[in-house]
């Protein structure tokens, strides 16, 4: 097993919410009833990773580790599209990361189920649903999900609302939480991203991956 590399997770101001990874393939799923939740488990006797350890930026705005509410807004009615395949979430070319590592590897994800997520219990009957992972088999930590679903648009805005240990605020006619925090077993940064707008809602993780612009992207590609 070789170490996870080391970068720092950078964050853009506004909707810009970092995270990345380029693949082969993805798991699409219209079901919306409750499923396991996905984890990543780093291989105990692994090699430490090594690196900054220290969180410079966000996935998206200066996140803390405290839940800061966001003004009283309406959820917007924007119209936005799961897409068809993971390749259709993110810009070709665009993210380094997205391009060098395999997309839903079997080798490194397994059996892949929806995992589930603060968005989950506001999921719409019947609506659909997009898992993508990217991560090396050989990396210890390293990775990047995108997971985007139908949501009813209340219920979303509700549930990032309870959210404890996020920053949130309204941006670009949507509502985004971030968390960033320390790896509890390697010395990198991981970052937590949610984002709902309309009838959409998009949650992003990362774990030892810069992804400037990453939400940016994602949202223009569902919205466009």
């Known amino acids: 097993m070789r170490p996870a590399r080391t970068t720092t997770l950078l964050t853009t101001i506004g909707l810009g919410v970092s995270l990345a990874l380029t693949l082969s ?3 699409g799923d219209d079901r919306v009833d409750a499923v396991p939740t996905a984890s990543t488990t780093a291989p105990s006797a692994g090699p430490t990773a090594t690196g900054s350890a220290t969180p410079e ?8 580790s405290t839940s800061t509410p ?3 807004t309406t959820p917007v009615s924007a119209t936005g599209t799961v897409p068809a395949t993971c390749e259709d979430v993110v810009t ?7 391009d060098e590592v395999a997309l839903n590897d079997p080798a490194a994800v397994g059996d892949l189920e929806v995992p589930r997520t603060a968005l989950t219990p506001a999921l719409q009957s019947g609506g659909q649903r997009l898992y993508c992972v990217w991560r090396d088999p050989q990396a210890d930590v390293t990775n990047l999900t ?3 679903e139908t949501v009813d648009p209340d219920r979303a805005l509700a549930a990032l609302r309870g959210l404890s240990g996020f920053d949130c605020s309204s941006v670009d006619d949507g509502y985004r939480c971030q968390k ?8 990198v940064t991981d970052g937590d991203t949610y984002f709902t707008r309309g009838g959409i ?3 992003i993780t990362q774990s030892n991956v810069p992804t400037e612009g990453l939400l940016d992207d ?3 590609n569902v919205f466009g």
């Open 25 to 27: 393939g993805c798991t």
């Open 70 to 72: 966001g003004p009283d």
């Open 218 to 220: 994602v949202v223009g």
């Open 92 to 98: 070709p070319g665009a993210f380094g990361y997205i």
């Open 180 to 187: 960033v925090s320390q790896n509890p077993q390697y010395p």
């Open 57 to 64: 930026r966000s996935p998206g705005a200066d996140a803390t």
């Open 201 to 203: 809602g998009i949650r």
């Open 146 to 148: 995108i997971q985007i």
